[in-house]
């Protein structure tokens, strides 16, 4: 009966935690570049929990081991918003920008031009070019960036003038990257970066949605809640039947 609440207790700590992760996914279903989350779980056999009554596999107890999570890397699909300073990238790559942390990589391509003239991204980092921070000029106009990301615009005298390429990143072990806020990732130690694939292309005016599939996050959110709900009355039902064994093992023997 208490290995009957253990491994109730067990997958109820696993679908907490898969519940947190599905949520955050529906929060981020309209942020720009975000990848969901998903929730990897195993068994795990308890060598010194037992049930000697039974023999073969029913002898070890079987508990849901929470693992950990893990990143789906896939593409979002691609929304034209026709602002030229809106990139996407089509295929495998990442942006390079430069935080207060450090570099980091996100296929958020919604950029705008800051007060000293450097290309950033929404959150202000400084957007990575083959040569370093991109920067404009006062009188720059009719920006164009092309689909291998480089940046030409029409200067002050009305010249074609480069700005810049986009630096485009790819690693050797993509699906080892670490999230660092909605969609930045950071490459931690042993993830190398490698040629970027040659059929990723950049799309001007256009972002990359979020890759959460809404309809599928919602009916796994509703999954969760029922099966957590079962196991409560599960659990409860064990709880009775061991009190009420208590109960009538501590009755006095009636006299005869």
Same mark, same amino acid.
């Given at each position: 009966m208490e290995n009957a609440l253990l491994v109730g207790l067990s997958r109820q700590m696993g679908l907490s935690h898969e519940l947190d992760v599905v949520s955050n996914n529906i929060a981020n279903i309209n942020t720009t570049g975000f990848k969901a989350d998903n929730a990897a779980f195993s068994e795990f056999l308890m060598s010194n929990a037992r049930d000697n009554d039974f023999s073969g596999k029913d002898k070890r107890v079987s508990f849901v081991q929470d693992r950990n999570t893990w990143i789906d890397l896939s593409q979002g699909a691609v929304e034209r918003t026709g602002n030229p300073l809106d990139v996407a990238v089509d295929g495998k790559g990442y942006l390079t920008v430069q935080t207060q942390r450090g570099q980091r990589y996100t296929r958020n391509g919604s950029l705008t031009i800051n007060a000293t003239g *450097?290309? =950033?991204?929404?959150?202000? &980092?400084? =957007?990575?070019?083959?040569?370093? $921070?991109?920067?404009? *000029?006062?009188?720059?106009? &009719?920006?164009?960036?092309?689909?291998?990301?480089?940046?030409?615009?029409?200067?002050?005298?009305?010249?074609?003038? $480069?700005?810049g390429q986009l630096q485009l990143t790819y690693f050797d072990r993509p699906q080892m990257l670490k999230k660092d806020g909605a969609s930045l990732f950071n490459a931690p130690a042993g993830v190398n970066t490698v040629a970027v694939p040659a059929n990723t292309r950049v799309v001007q005016g256009g972002l990359e949605k979020s890759n959460v599939h809404a309809i599928a996050a919602m009916a796994r959110m509703i999954e969760i809640t029922r099966s957590y709900s079962d196991i409560s009355a599960i659990l409860q039902q064990q709880s009775d039947q061991r009190r009420n064994a208590l109960q009538q093992l501590s009755q006095p023997p009636s006299s005869s």
């Open positions: *450097q290309l =950033v991204t929404s959150e202000g &980092d400084q =957007v990575m070019g083959a040569a370093g $921070p991109i920067t404009f *000029q006062v009188n720059d106009h &009719d920006i164009n960036i092309s689909s291998t990301g480089i940046i030409s615009v029409r200067d002050g005298t009305g010249a074609d003038a $480069p700005r």
